[in-house]
């Protein structure tokens, strides 16, 4: 099984507020894993990769940060949110022939 | 410049119609993959189809083909005989070389028609 698991699947935050979202995945051991976020209406923009425990890649400069501290958990967070981090956020692991996606977290920053 | 290109934000299609999503890259590294995927208003990312830069044939999987014209750098989806729940978004996508990281286009939205 190549299952990813994403928590919550839908979030409401205040401004000012911090982030944890968390992504699990199974199967194969030491994954590739990535963050995309996706705005409304709009394609996905890579966030951060990571090859494995600690190693963790920006790919844009953000208010985000992200952790991998076992092969099969990969943190997205932030100390204090803005209303441009309001979207629609995707775990996803690499796989032969593309990636496998988890269900996404909505996140909603008032 | 943009490594993926979708020209078309939206299209139409009546059922059982066929239909062709549009696709251009840029890319200069001669090993490549290009994906497509459907994206429900549910928001998960489904995967359809995959080619490989130095595939000889398009791929297929069921209805779902791709039209791979490597001179022009296109990789069109083409959708046949189109039903209702293939509404949807659907993005492009391209790896390249040994990198594992996905770049997607901006996607466009297919609505089927009775």
């Known amino acids: 099984s190549q299952t990813i698991h994403q928590w919550p699947a839908t979030l409401v935050q205040p401004v000012g507020s911090p982030l944890s979202l968390e992504c699990t995945v199974e199967g194969t051991s030491n994954p590739n894993l990535y963050w995309y976020r996706q705005a409304a209406g709009r394609g996905l923009q890579l966030l951060f990769y990571?090859?494995?425990?600690?190693?963790i890649s920006s790919e844009v400069p953000q208010n985000l940060s992200a952790s991998r501290p076992q092969d099969r958990q990969f943190i997205l967070s932030s100390k204090k949110l803005l209303l441009s981090d309001s979207g629609f956020y995707l775990c996803?692991?690499?796989?032969?022939?593309?990636?496998?996606f988890g269900s996404g977290t909505r996140l909603t920053v008032v | 410049a943009q490594k993926i290109t979708q020209t078309q934000p939206g299209m139409f299609v009546q059922e059982k119609e066929a239909v062709t999503l549009d696709c251009t890259y840029d890319t200069s590294d001669p090993s490549y993959g290009l994906f497509w995927y459907k994206q429900p208003s549910s928001g998960e990312m489904i995967f359809l189809i995959y080619q490989g830069s130095y595939d000889q044939q398009n791929a297929t999987e069921g209805r779902y083909s791709l039209n791979f014209q490597k001179a022009r750098k296109s990789a069109n989806l083409v959708i046949s005989a189109s039903q209702l729940g293939d509404s949807a978004m659907y993005f492009c996508?391209?790896?390249?070389?040994?990198?594992?990281?996905?770049?997607f286009g901006t996607g466009t939205r297919l609505q089927v028609t009775l």
């Open positions: 990571s090859v494995g425990i600690g190693q």
């Open positions: 996803a692991r690499d796989r032969v022939g593309g990636y496998t």
């Open positions: 996508a391209m790896r390249e070389g040994l990198a594992s990281k996905l770049t």
